[in-house]
């Protein structure tokens, strides 16, 4: 993928992508919990609207089986997720979908407003309604969760981590002020989140843990077996009273500042998809996947301690 030229995003593009599976997302029930698994695993199940809507259908799936009691979201292969898709051939920003909430089709439309109703959507919208799910949601993370990753981590209620997993939002390089789901200032305290940002750093399981970014960390061969045991934990307790509990916890969250600080992110990370197409390098400032994972390798061996 080169650049983009000037002005090309200002006019309708054609889908091109071709997917490489149909299957981008697993589904398993079993014993009270659902699993729920990421799977483009030869591109670190790097996220395309196909995978969010699959995704969207499992969660669904999950809430409506009365059996299952809590969900399991994870990743097939060595990472959790890459982030969002910038240049595999399943690639499909410029597709409509069957949406879910009420913005208007994006594929159509022009200038900025591409990528403000597009995000609206698959982005802040979904991450949202995922993290509303009135059933306890655990993410299971090993390896990568980088950008994108994150805001599918964050929107779980629980995480646990292997102690090979690491923690990235590199978008500024880009000149975009984080992900689009912007839990930062609430994940991180807010000085560490400038540092994660403003450096695009690694952060190593062991130090999100400090920071309260995770509930657990452990060694990756017992990743899958401790955490099926904490849902089996969680799957004794009444439906109701856990979903109770959710939604107390994620509206404090709320006055906590989290909704109306993805609100007033949501403008600024816009602005910066904006800027980009105005100066022809387009919505990813001049970047694309060959120069981030480039990009991301060198910042992952700093001369400081990550
Ligand atoms: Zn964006």
Known sequence: MTPEQPGSEFMKREDASSYETETPVLYEARDGIASITMNRPQFNNAQNSQM??????????????????????????????????????????????????????HANKPGAEFNYAREQEVYVGM?????????????????????????????????????????QDPVVRMGIPGVEYFAHAQELNPRIAKEFLFLGERMKADRAYM??????????????????????????????????????????????????????????HQLAHAHGQVLGN?????????????????????????
């Open 127 to 167: 991450c949202r309604r995922w993290h509303d799910i009135p059933k306890p949601t655990i993410a299971m993370v090993q390896g990568a969760c980088v950008a994108g990753g994150l805001m599918l981590a964050w929107i779980c209620d629980l995480i646990i981590a292997s102690e090979d997993a690491f923690f």
């Open 282 to 306: 387009g919505h990813l400032g001049g970047h694309d996947a060959r120069s981030m994972v480039s990009a991301n390798k060198q910042a992952a061996t700093p001369g400081v301690k990550q």
């Open 52 to 105: 969010t809507y699959a995704l969207d259908d499992a969660f669904r799936h999950a809430v409506d089986d009365d059996a299952v009691r809590v969900i399991v979201l994870r990743g097939n292969g060595k990472h959790f997720s890459a982030g969002h898709d910038i240049g595999t051939p399943g690639r499909d920003v410029n597709k409509s979908f069957d949406r879910a909430h009420l913005w208007w089709d």
């Open 211 to 268: 920071m309260g970014m995770l509930n657990r960390v452990v060694p990756a061969g017992e990743l899958e077996q401790q955490t099926y045991e904490i849902a089996a934990r969680i799957a004794q307790q009444p439906r109701l009273g856990l979903a109770l509990t959710k939604q107390v916890l994620n509206r404090a969250e709320d006055l906590q500042g989290l909704r109306a600080t993805i609100d007033m992110a949501y403008g600024y």
